[in-house]
């Protein structure tokens, strides 16, 4: 079987704190209360019609540091090793990144965001809207997340996978 082959465009850039992949939280849910700023193209401004409807955003996002991919990992939470699909690790064979973060206000071709675990500079290559009936489910299994998850508010991220 072929696999295709795809091109992105990115749409603007997530400006946030963190400026070195080291000492960044590692997921939003451990970010809370840290303000960014989502800045977009201003060719892709309409696409932002109505979005102030909403309280909480996914940002889909160039891992842009990443610069190589493995397909097993040691990921932040845990000291055993994992294939890449079953983590949320960097190091993936299409680094994209994906956060849920708190929309504060739009301005203009602009976006205020908070809980953001981003670093400065992130390309960014689409935002969706959050939608409790689409995006959460009661019966949901986290595999070997089960047990790690007390020490997320600690845990950082460090440069093995950047550079």
């Given at each position: 079987m072929e696999y295709a082959s795809v091109r992105l465009e990115t749409i603007g850039v997530i400006r946030s704190p963190h400026v070195d992949p080291a000492g960044m939280p590692i997921q939003p849910s451990a970010a809370?209360?840290?303000?960014?700023?989502?800045?977009?193209?201003?060719?892709?401004e309409a696409g932002l019609r109505d979005i102030d409807g909403f309280s909480h955003l996914w940002l889909l996002y160039w891992l842009h540091q990443v610069k190589s991919s493995?397909?097993?990992?040691?990921?932040?939470?845990?000291?055993?090793?994992?294939g890449i699909?079953?983590?949320?690790?960097?190091?993936?064979?299409?680094?994209?990144?994906l956060s849920l973060v708190r929309l504060m206000r739009r301005e203009g071709n602009c976006l205020l965001v908070e809980n953001l675990?981003?670093?400065?500079?992130?390309?960014l290559l689409d935002i969706k809207p959050y939608v409790p009936a689409f995006d959460s489910t009661?019966?949901?299994?986290?595999?070997?997340?089960?047990?790690?998850?007390?020490?997320?508010?600690?845990?950082?991220?460090?440069?093995?996978?950047a550079r």
């Open positions: 809370v209360g840290v303000q960014g700023r989502i800045e977009l193209d201003p060719r892709f493995q397909l097993t990992v040691v990921p932040f939470l845990d000291r055993q090793e994992h699909f079953a983590t949320r690790a960097p190091p993936r064979p299409n680094p994209i990144g675990d981003v670093l400065d500079g992130t390309p009661s019966d949901a299994r986290i595999g070997w997340f089960a047990g790690k998850l007390e020490d997320l508010g600690q845990a950082r991220a460090d440069a093995r996978f």
